[in-house]
């Protein structure tokens, strides 16, 4: 028997204690510390920050718990599951500024005790459906990767306690994204980002949270987003503590104020105006274009004679909004009630349209000196357009009615004035035959001897009046049948028309 200290026997249990201490030494001195990075002893966390690495080194130990390679310019921008796939026992896992663009699906499913997982400061533009698959993490930092998009299923299949994205240029959330994280997030940073509204569906998910950062977004503040006022007048104390509070970053009236410095009644929308209705008709379609804005800008109703209705939604940050509607098949006869409804949170507009299809034969043939006025279209609306222009069409701008008297007691679209008979086109095609050149050529010929004729009669009778005592020489008598004198100024003009004859010739 063996004997210990003081005389006493060692037993059993002791000898074993020692073998488990001699093996835990042994474990820790086969921990191997890759080339370039720092191990703290004893730790199994391995510190390989800001060295310069090209690539994730392949020498990390697998019992590693915490691997830091923060501000490494890896060469190859991607990450794959294959980096991480013997590091099954990591707990902290530290990517930051690292120059990754992309991240593979799954590239972290074998990590199944990661609780710690720094993606920031990178150049990420995209997160797919289930990139985190399978990780049940108490943080996830996100932030500071400029104009990153992440789809609708970017979360699901995984857990965690803190999600933060600030800093990364957002300009749209949606709700829906959250979804796989309703039952375990606690934190939820979004500041610094360029939202400009927040659906009123993420009040419920707000409400289960227990820290959230919204300042630095330019929030426009108007009764889309007084839900968000409400909350936090009602849990600042609580769900804002230490964070930066919500500020406008417009209408005008509330610019760069801060939610302590503005009131519920300062949240407002703009009831919907029409900016611009028209009506232009072929000869086998018609078009209504209704236009309006508003704060925010108003979705747009064409709604038939027949009841049905065609919806145009507005794009994103965009203050107005446009609908166009075609028309076939309606026949000459019709005269049918079209709507146009612009709808906000304000309220609802409504512009009505009596339209008369109008018959193209009689527009393009008026009546001599009157302008046509069959083609009328009657209105009823709730909001004056701003400027509103009815076109006929039939390959010309031949009439056109102004909308701009909108607010008068006939409420009838008046003409514009054009003087004149409306031109045919045909008319301007118009193509010359042979007759009317050889016409053409017979008049100018007899116009232009015309005047001849006149310009000698006025020449001689002004040399008349000049020779009146003149007399021939005589040594030109010998070539009498050269020069003729005329002696009276009928006889003048006589010799003007008629071939010269030498009878008339004075020897």
Known sequence: MQYGVGGRPWGK??????????????????????????CAPHS???????????????????????????????????????????????????????????????????????????????????????????????????????????SLGAFAGMTTQGLYMHNCGLKRLFVDLMTPLNSSLKTLWLHENQFEALSEKWLYFFRRLAHIRLGKNAFHCNCQIKWLYTFYKNSKNSIFAGAEQPECGSPRLVQGKYFDEITEEDFRCELPTFQNVDAIFDTKMGKLTCQASGDPAPTLYWIRPDGTTETYYPQVDSKENSGVMFMTDVKLENKDLYKCVASNPAGNVTFSLNVVWPDLRLALTPKPGKLATTNIIRDDSTSAPVKKTYKNYAGDDAHAYDWANLNSESSKLKLQEKPGPVVNKKDKDHSFGIVDIIGAVIGTFLLTLLVSLTAFHLYYKQRERR?????????????????????????????????????????
């Open 13 to 38: 249990g002791v000898s074993v204690l020692f073998l488990v201490v001699i093996f835990s030494t042994q474990v820790y001195t086969t921990f191997t510390c890759p080339k370039d990075c720092f």
């Open 44 to 150: 199994k966390n391995v510190q390989c920050a800001n060295k310069n690495f090209v690539q994730i080194p392949e020498e990390i130990p697998v019992e590693t718990l915490e691997l830091n390679l923060n501000e490494n310019k890896f060469k190859s921008p991607s990450l794959i599951r294959r980096n991480f796939t013997q590091l099954y026992k990591l707990q902290n896992l530290y990517l930051s500024d690292c120059g990754i663009e992309t991240i593979d699906v799954d590239t972290f499913a074998d990590l199944n005790q990661l609780t710690w997982l720094d993606i920031s400061k990178n150049k990420i533009r995209f997160l797919a459906d289930h990139t985190f698959r399978g990780l049940n993490l108490k943080h996830l930092f996100i932030n500071d990767n400029p104009d990153i998009q992440l």
């Open 467 to 507: 020779e009146e005592h003149y007399s021939v020489p005589d040594e030109l008598k010998c070539t009498a049948h050269t020069v003729y004198i005329m002696n009276e100024p009928e006889e003048n003009r006589i010799k003007m028309i008629n071939p010269l004859n030498t009878s008339d010739i004075h020897s």
